[in-house]
Nanobody, 115 residues
Framework: QFVESGGGLVQAGASLRLSCRCP???????????LGWYRQAPGKEREFVAS???????NYIDLVKGRFTISKDNAKRTVYLQMNSLEPEDTAVYYC????????WGQGTQVTVSG
């Protein structure tokens, strides 16, 4: 359902832009569902990071507010996560999915931030 990309190994303070394509989601569904980014750090549970509604209202956890920006391109069926001022605590595998009724998870994309 979801194909994440854009991760990498960066130093603290750097930026990354993650992308999540949804090639198996029909366009009308993509345009109408709430979509989110999640992350799973080593040894921790997967957690919600940010979401964007069909009307493009966004929501973030406090830890990333002011640093991360979620957006989407309906025509490309792609969700983005712009991550600025990265911190070592942001190190995790990042996933996208719907919000609420979760679908099958993709492979995720690894983000590693060195201090």
């Amino acid at each position: 359902q979801f194909v994440e990309s854009g991760g990498g190994l960066v130093q603290a303070g750097a930026s990354l832009r993650l992308s999540c394509r949804c090639p198996r989601m029909i366009l009308s569904t993509f345009n109408s569902v709430d979509l989110g980014w999640y992350r799973q750090a080593p040894g921790k549970e997967r957690e919600f990071v940010a979401s964007i509604t069909a009307s493009r209202t966004t929501n973030y956890i406090d830890l990333v507010k002011g640093r991360f920006t979620i957006s989407k391109d309906n025509a490309k069926r792609t969700v983005y996560l712009q991550m600025n001022s990265l911190e070592p605590e942001d190190t995790a595998v990042y996933y996208c999915n719907t919000v609420g009724a979760l679908r099958s998870w993709g492979q995720g994309t690894q983000v590693t931030v060195s201090g």
